[in-house]
C-alpha cells in the first residue's frame, strides 16, 4: 500500500541498570520501544521509527548545481593561476642584502610543574571536568567533553558499579564506574567504562593491593579519555592507573 509506514530499526545493548536512561534517551530522538530482552548482566532493546522520505530530486539538483559551480570556480583558478606564475617570471631577481635573516624566536620549554599541571584533568583543576562528574549519564554534557578532550588523562575518586565477563573470557571484564563511593548504587554522574580489560590492566597502586576487585571497591581512578556511545549512555576510558582508597 502507497500510505504503509516503513520504519527503521535498531538494537541497543546496556549494561544492568543503564537501560532506562537508554530508553529515554531513544525516545527523544523518534525512536519507539518495540522489545526488551532482559539477561543476567546485559539487556537486549529494540526500536523502531518510520523512516523519513527522501528529497531525491532536491539532492539532485544541488548535486547538479555543485558540479557546475566546481567547473567555474576550476577555471576560473587556472586563468588568475596562469597570470601570476606570468608577473611573477617578469619580476626581476632581488640581489642579496647580505643582512642576516631574524631568528626565529625560541618557544619557551614548560617547566616539568607546568606540564604535570597540564597532563591531568581533575574536578578541582578544571570546572567542566567538575560539572559533568555531576551531570546525567545521557547528558549532552558527556558528548561535549568526550569530543574536546578525546586523548587527555583524567583522574577522580570514583567505584565500581558493575564488573561482567567480557564474551567468554574468565580473565577479562567490562567494568561500569561511577564518581563518588556508592558503587551499585550510583545515581548521579556519567556511566564511565572500561571494555574488555582483565585486573592488571588496572594497574593498581597503594599499600595493600588485592588480588582481585569487584563491585563497590573504591579507587582513585586515572584513565585516558575515550568516546562517548550516545545510543547506550556509556563513556568509554581507557585504565592509566588505579589507587586503592
Same mark, same amino acid.
Given at each position: 500500500?502507497?500510505?504503509?509506514?516503513?520504519?527503521?530499526?535498531?538494537?541497543?545493548?546496556?549494561?544492568?541498570?543503564?537501560?532506562?536512561?537508554?530508553?529515554?534517551?531513544?525516545?527523544?530522538?523518534?525512536?519507539?520501544?518495540?522489545?526488551?530482552?532482559?539477561?543476567?548482566?546485559?539487556?537486549?532493546?529494540?526500536?523502531?521509527?518510520?523512516?523519513?522520505?527522501?528529497?531525491?530530486?532536491?539532492?539532485?539538483?544541488?548535486?547538479?548545481?555543485?558540479?557546475?559551480?566546481?567547473?567555474?570556480?576550476?577555471?576560473?583558478?587556472?586563468?588568475?593561476?596562469?597570470?601570476?606564475?606570468?608577473?611573477?617570471?617578469?619580476?626581476?631577481?632581488?640581489?642579496?642584502?647580505?643582512?642576516?635573516?631574524?631568528?626565529?624566536?625560541?618557544?619557551?620549554?614548560?617547566?616539568?610543574?607546568?606540564?604535570?599541571?597540564?597532563?591531568?584533568?581533575?574536578?578541582?583543576?578544571?570546572?567542566?571536568?567538575?560539572?559533568?562528574?555531576?551531570?546525567?549519564?545521557?547528558?549532552?554534557?558527556?558528548?561535549?567533553?568526550?569530543?574536546?578532550?578525546?586523548?587527555?588523562?583524567?583522574?577522580?575518586? &570514583?567505584?565500581?558499579?558493575?564488573?561482567?565477563?567480557? &564474551?567468554?573470557?574468565?580473565?577479562?571484564?567490562?567494568?561500569?564506574?561511577?564518581?563518588?563511593?556508592?558503587?551499585?548504587?550510583?545515581?548521579?554522574?556519567?556511566?564511565?567504562?572500561?571494555?574488555?580489560?582483565?585486573?592488571?590492566?588496572?594497574?593498581?597502586?597503594?599499600?595493600?593491593?588485592?588480588?582481585?576487585?569487584?563491585?563497590?571497591?573504591?579507587?582513585?581512578?586515572?584513565?585516558?579519555?575515550?568516546?562517548?556511545?550516545?545510543?547506550?549512555?556509556?563513556?568509554?576510558?581507557?585504565?592509566?592507573?588505579?589507587?586503592?582508597?
Amino acid at each position: 500500500m502507497a500510505d504503509e509506514i516503513k520504519y527503521e530499526y535498531k538494537t541497543v545493548q546496556t549494561v544492568r541498570g543503564t537501560g532506562g536512561l537508554v530508553i529515554s534517551k531513544m525516545q527523544k530522538d523518534g525512536w519507539e520501544l518495540v522489545e526488551q530482552a532482559q539477561g543476567r548482566l546485559r539487556s537486549t532493546l529494540s526500536f523502531r521509527r518510520p523512516k523519513k522520505p527522501q528529497p531525491w530530486l532536491l539532492i539532485g539538483a544541488l548535486a547538479a548545481v555543485l558540479v557546475i559551480l566546481a567547473i567555474v570556480i576550476g577555471v576560473a583558478s587556472a586563468l588568475s593561476g596562469g597570470g601570476g606564475k606570468k608577473d611573477e617570471s617578469d619580476k626581476p631577481v632581488a640581489a642579496a642584502s647580505g643582512k642576516p635573516s631574524a631568528a626565529p624566536t625560541p618557544t619557551p620549554t614548560p617547566t616539568a610543574a607546568e606540564s604535570a599541571a597540564t597532563e591531568v584533568i581533575t574536578p578541582e583543576n578544571n570546572p567542566e571536568f567538575a560539572a559533568l562528574l555531576k551531570a546525567d549519564s545521557c547528558d549532552d554534557a558527556n558528548l561535549d567533553f568526550a569530543t574536546r578532550h578525546g586523548g587527555q588523562t583524567v583522574a577522580f575518586n &570514583g567505584s565500581i558499579v558493575n564488573m561482567a565477563p567480557h &564474551g567468554d573470557y574468565d580473565t577479562r571484564y567490562d567494568f561500569l564506574l561511577g564518581p563518588g563511593d556508592k558503587g551499585p548504587n550510583t545515581t548521579v554522574g556519567p556511566a564511565f567504562k572500561y571494555e574488555d580489560v582483565n585486573i592488571g590492566n588496572l594497574n593498581l597502586t597503594g599499600k595493600k593491593i588485592p588480588a582481585t576487585v569487584g563491585a563497590g571497591d573504591k579507587f582513585r581512578f586515572v584513565a585516558e579519555v575515550g568516546k562517548f556511545n550516545a545510543d547506550q549512555c556509556l563513556f568509554f576510558l581507557y585504565p592509566v592507573s588505579t589507587e586503592i582508597r
